[in-house]
């Protein structure tokens, strides 16, 4: 059983050097009773969150993501087949999607809120570690429950080509508002106004002042801003909000690899325009889950929603699938295939 794991603690950007492999023997039995289950894993997620747990232990932020411990295999989300069950609900054959060791097999104790069942199985499989998965429920949850939207409102999407993001810019369309979206190359800035419908798209590596660039795609200014990347992004974004805009605080990935968070200038005028900020975390809304797949799924079979993924192969090149979400490497939902069966 091929395993991934983290060598040591890392500080700054991830490299893939933090990382290795080792392999160990899995026993192809479980007790019945013992509510766990033997999973063959066939897609793994590549999320930036990862980046939280690889850090030394912080007890100030301990409650909210467990630190990876060095030498020990690495988990996240990922799709995956139930070889053997010892849990009533499970059994042979079944798929689900939940926290999975980065390994080839694992065997997991399913819990709520943690794995879910997968029901719908005509429609790809990989589209529960993005789509159908965490990101999904991310952009669901954060678009309709932070972000209030009403028809013909402005809409901004920062890493708007991403997991999350290219579903946003979807949802935003499809309620009627005006939607741009950025990301870091012409290739993804491509992608938003030709394949996911969003009405305007830049560049931002390209924009030496983020703010003109932000003004002459929204004259009138931002009703609704989806923040994925925070920094000098948030601040020109701010400036630009209309009175009584609203920030949905859903990452912030230019932060995550600096000793010293950069800092926020205009912040001062949330009062002025009575702009609220709202952080938040999927998990909070997880038990909307149903909810959101009987949305999206008809969605999805009538091509009305569509999703790019990028596919790394074979659990070897796991390490640089997930450090190449801190260089932008990605185009679209970084997955790796372990098994496509
Ligand atoms: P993506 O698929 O968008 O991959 C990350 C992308 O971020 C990269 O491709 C890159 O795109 C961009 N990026 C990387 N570094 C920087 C930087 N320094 N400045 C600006 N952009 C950068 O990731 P996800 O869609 O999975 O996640 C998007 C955001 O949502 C992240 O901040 C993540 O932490 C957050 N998130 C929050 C959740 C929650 O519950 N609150 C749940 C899931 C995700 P580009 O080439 O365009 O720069």
């Not at 990862?50 to 912080?58: E, F, L, N, V, W």
């Not at 798209?201 to 931002?222: Q, T």
């Not at 959101?292 to 640089?320: C, H, Q, W």
């Amino acid at each position: 059983n091929k395993q991934v794991i983290l060598k040591d603690y890392v500080n700054g950007f991830p490299k893939e050097s933090n990382f290795d492999f080792k392999t160990n023997i899995v026993e192809f039995k479980v007790p019945g009773g013992s509510n766990s289950v033997l999973v063959k894993n066939l897609y793994l997620s590549c999320d930036p969150y990862m980046r939280m747990r690889m850090g030394k232990p912080d007890p100030s932020t301990a409650a909210l993501a467990q630190a990876y411990a060095p030498g020990q295999p690495i988990f996240g989300y990922g799709v995956s087949r139930v070889i053997e069950s010892g849990h009533p609900d499970y059994k042979k054959g079944d798929l689900l999607w939940g926290i999975v060791g980065w390994e080839e097999y694992s065997v997991i104790t399913p819990m709520t809120h943690m794995h879910f069942k997968i029901q719908h199985t005509d429609v790809p499989l990989s589209y529960y570690a993005g789509l159908l998965g965490m990101p999904g429920m991310t952009a669901y949850a954060g678009f309709y429950e932070v972000c209030s939207p009403k028809k013909g409102e402005t809409v901004y999407v920062s890493a708007a080509s991403g997991a999350v993001g290219q579903l946003v810019g979807q949802l935003a369309k499809m309620m009627g508002c005006y939607v741009v979206g950025s990301a870091g190359s012409k290739e993804k800035v491509d992608l938003l106004k030709t394949k996911f419908g969003f009405d305007d798209a830049f560049n931002y590596k390209e924009e030496p002042d983020l703010s003109a660039a932000l003004k002459r795609c929204f004259p009138e200014g931002i009703d609704i801003y989806f923040e994925n990347v925070g920094g000098k992004m948030l601040d020109a974004v701010i400036l630009n909000m209309r009175p009584h805009g609203r920030i949905a605080a859903c990452g912030m990935i230019s932060q995550y690899n600096l000793k010293n968070p950069e800092g926020i200038y205009g912040l001062s005028l949330i009062t002025y325009k009575r702009i609220r900020i709202q952080g938040f975390n999927c998990f909070d809304y997880f038990d909307k889950y149903s909810e959101f797949l009987e949305f999206v799924v008809p969605y999805i079979r009538e091509g009305k929603i569509t999703y790019v993924e990028d596919v790394a192969d074979g659990i070897e090149s796991a390490p640089a699938a997930l450090v190449g979400l801190f260089h932008g490497k990605n185009v679209g939902k970084q997955l790796v295939v372990v098994s496509p069966s």
